[in-house]
């Protein structure tokens, strides 16, 4: 056997032994996932509520999240925005609330729908539409679809769309729920509208766009130090909002409008954007939780 022939083989196991132990390491939690289109959320909702979904879904719910909170008689969904499927993988250290959420079977990941911008993917999370449906062009648009909001006020119930003042969770989502908060300039302010809203209202489905994730994302870039830091922040946040929500009744669903990427910018420095279709930008968390008191005791199968 000559020296190159031996090199090979060395190479070859080499490659076969260490490389794939690698790449396990790295995504084996992402591989095992579960995609399903942003155009299910809201169906899920829906029949999770025991309402019939909006007319115009373009998507049925998603199976596993039914079977798991069916019967809560209210539902949050938290949108943490930009926050992608491949942020968070990179971010895990700075997420150790979110990570200790996420098990085997209650989580999974959404497809955003195009164009990957917030106003256009929070406007399919209440209707289960895309653009073409919806009509969303910014976060002023009128829907030209059913929205969820409508569906539960037609049977009694009440919604809340929450965000910072000019943000989509406002302009869009609370101008379609029954209750939003005004004038909220952070996540932190928006947080405490929220509670106030919903000790006072307690609407069975509420939305929430939190958004310091995506300004961070784009000053700096989606990968960055400071994106780190801003992750961080989504994660205590979160730590605050979940458990509190829990507790008076509400099932949990985390999830994001979309990701982003990075862009080099003329200056040498590093930003970031979003509005493709490429699994950086489309590809989010999806995460749910029962009501506390249904953790404590589980519906019998
Ligand atoms: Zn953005």
């Given at each position: 056997?000559?020296?190159?022939?031996?090199?090979?083989i060395?190479?070859?196991?080499?490659?076969?032994?260490?490389?794939?132990?690698?790449?396990?390491?790295a995504?084996?939690?992402?591989?095992?996932?579960?995609?399903?289109?942003?155009?299910a959320?809201?169906?899920?909702?829906a029949?999770?509520?025991?309402?019939?979904a909006?007319?115009?879904?373009?998507?049925?719910?998603?199976?596993?999240?039914?079977?798991?909170?069916?019967?809560?008689?209210?539902?949050?969904?938290?949108?943490?925005?930009?926050?992608?499927?491949?942020?968070?993988?990179?971010?895990?250290?700075?997420?150790?609330?979110?990570?200790s959420?996420?098990?085997?079977?209650?989580?999974?990941?959404?497809?955003?729908?195009?164009?990957s911008?917030?106003?256009?993917?929070?406007?399919?999370?209440?209707?289960?539409?895309?653009?073409?449906?919806?009509?969303?062009?910014?976060?002023?648009?009128?829907?030209?679809?059913?929205?969820?909001?409508?569906?539960?006020?037609?049977?009694?119930?009440?919604?809340?769309?929450?965000?910072?003042?000019?943000?989509?969770?406002?302009?869009?989502?609370?101008?379609?729920?029954?209750?939003?908060?005004?004038?909220?300039?952070?996540?932190?302010?928006?947080?405490?509208?929220?509670?106030?809203?919903?000790?006072?209202?307690?609407?069975?489905?509420?939305i929430?766009?939190?958004?310091?994730?995506?300004?961070v994302?784009?000053?700096?870039?989606?990968?960055?130090?400071?994106?780190?830091?801003?992750?961080?922040?989504?994660?205590?946040?979160?730590?605050?909002?979940?458990?509190?929500?829990?507790?008076?009744?509400?099932?949990?669903?985390?999830?994001?409008?979309?990701?982003?990427?990075?862009?080099?910018?003329?200056?040498?420095?590093?930003?970031?954007?979003?509005?493709t279709?490429?699994?950086?930008?489309?590809?989010?968390?999806?995460?749910?939780?029962?009501?506390?008191?249904?953790?404590?005791?589980?519906?019998?199968?």
């Amino acid at each position: 056997m000559n020296v190159f022939r031996l090199s090979l083989i060395a190479l070859v196991f080499l490659s076969t032994a260490v490389s794939p132990g690698l790449s396990v390491a790295a995504s084996s939690r992402d591989a095992a996932l579960r995609t399903y289109p942003m155009q299910a959320l809201a169906p899920t909702v829906a029949t999770i509520l025991d309402v019939p979904a909006p007319k115009q879904a373009e998507a049925p719910p998603i199976d596993s999240i039914v079977n798991d909170l069916r019967g809560a008689k209210q539902v949050a969904v938290l949108g943490i925005d930009a926050f992608g499927a491949a942020i968070w993988s990179k971010m895990r250290d700075k997420t150790p609330y979110l990570n200790s959420l996420a098990t085997e079977t209650n989580q999974a990941q959404l497809r955003s729908v195009l164009p990957s911008v917030t106003c256009v993917n929070f406007g399919c999370m209440i209707t289960g539409g895309s653009q073409k449906t919806t009509g969303i062009k910014t976060f002023d648009s009128e829907l030209a679809c059913e929205d969820l909001c409508s569906v539960l006020r037609a049977r009694g119930l009440k919604s809340g769309g929450f965000g910072i003042k000019g943000w989509t969770g406002d302009r869009l989502l609370g101008r379609y729920a029954d209750f939003r908060v005004k004038e909220k300039n952070d996540d932190l302010e928006v947080l405490a509208g929220l509670m106030e809203v919903v000790d006072e209202k307690k609407p069975e489905f509420v939305i929430v766009q939190y958004g310091n994730t995506d300004k961070v994302f784009h000053a700096h870039g989606p990968f960055s130090k400071q994106a780190a830091e801003a992750c961080a922040g989504a994660d205590a946040w979160l730590q605050e909002i979940i458990p509190w929500l829990r507790a008076r009744g509400y099932a949990i669903i985390i999830t994001a409008d979309h990701g982003q990427h990075d862009v080099p910018r003329a200056n040498g420095t590093t930003g970031g954007v979003h509005g493709t279709d490429s699994d950086l930008d489309c590809l989010v968390p999806l995460v749910w939780l029962p009501s506390a008191d249904r953790a404590a005791t589980p519906p019998k199968p």
